[in-house]
C-alpha cells in the first residue's frame, strides 16, 4: 500500500497485526515496498529474541502443541530448581516453536506483539531450561537503522482518516541530514485499540557525523480509520504511546 509523504518522495506500509486470535495476520496484501531510492527493496525479517520467523508477517500457525518431551521440559522449568522464578509459564498456552534432537525453544502469545519463551538443552539425559522471560516480535531489514516516530504537531489526527501524519527521526549518524533520498520503511501494526509503528531507515553511504537529525514528515496510510486507537512508537520495545499534539519530552528526543 504504497503513499506519498509531502515532499513528494514515495514509501510504503506494512499492514500486520489484525485483530483476532492470531497474533499476526496479514492486512492488505501483504509487503509492498515502493520507495524513491534507486536501490532496490530489502529483504524484511520478524524476530523475537532468538527466534527467526521463516514468513512475513510472522505465521504462528507452524508452531506444534505440545509433546510428551515437550511438557516435561515444561514440567521441569516450573517445578524444578527454576520454578520459582517461572511459575507463570504456568498459566501460558506454550506451544513447540523450534525443536531439535539436542534443544527446544517454546512459545506462547501474551499479547500486544510479545511472546513468553523458553529455551532448553539437553544435558545429563533430559531437556535442562536455559533462559526464558519474554520478547518483543519486531521486523528488522539488513543494513537499516531505526527511527523515532511522533505525531506531526502540525496536524490533528482525524479519527475519521485512514492518513496518519507523523514525523520521524533518525536515530544513526546521518551528518543532521533528513532521509529525502533514502528508503523509509514504517512497518505498521494495527490492532483494535493500537497503532504501533517502527520505521526503519536506509543509512547514508559513507562516513557520517553525528550532530543530531531533524524531524522528518511522512504520511502513513491505514487499513481502516483512526478511530480513538492509541498509537506507540516501537523504536523502542514495549514502546512509547505518543500523543497529539507531542510533549516537550517527545520533541527534545
Known sequence: MAWRSKNSQRYSTLGMLAAGAVLFASCGGGTQLTTGSANSSPELQATCGNLVFDSLPPDLSSFEPLDDRARAALDELINGPTGVEAQEFATFDMLIAEQSSNSLTLAADVGSSRLATARFEERGGALRPTS????????????????????????????????????????????????????????????????????????VRGDAECPGNPFFPVEIELDSPIGDRAVFDMFEPPGTERAWPPTSQDLDE
Not at 546521518?174 to 532521509?179: C, E, I
Open 132 to 203: 526464558w522471560g519474554g520478547c518483543q516480535i519486531q521486523v528488522q531489514a539488513d543494513g537499516f537503522g531505526g527511527a523515532a516516530t511522533i505525531l506531526n504537531p502540525d496536524i490533528a489526527p482525524d479519527p475519521a482518516s485512514t492518513t496518519l501524519n507523523v514525523w520521524i527521526q533518525e536515530r544513526d549518524c546521518a551528518s543532521g541530514q533528513p532521509p529525502s533520498d533514502r528508503q523509509v520503511i514504517p512497518v505498521v501494526n494495527e490492532t483494535e485499540d493500537r497503532i504501533e509503528i517502527n520505521t526503519l531507515v536506509e543509512p
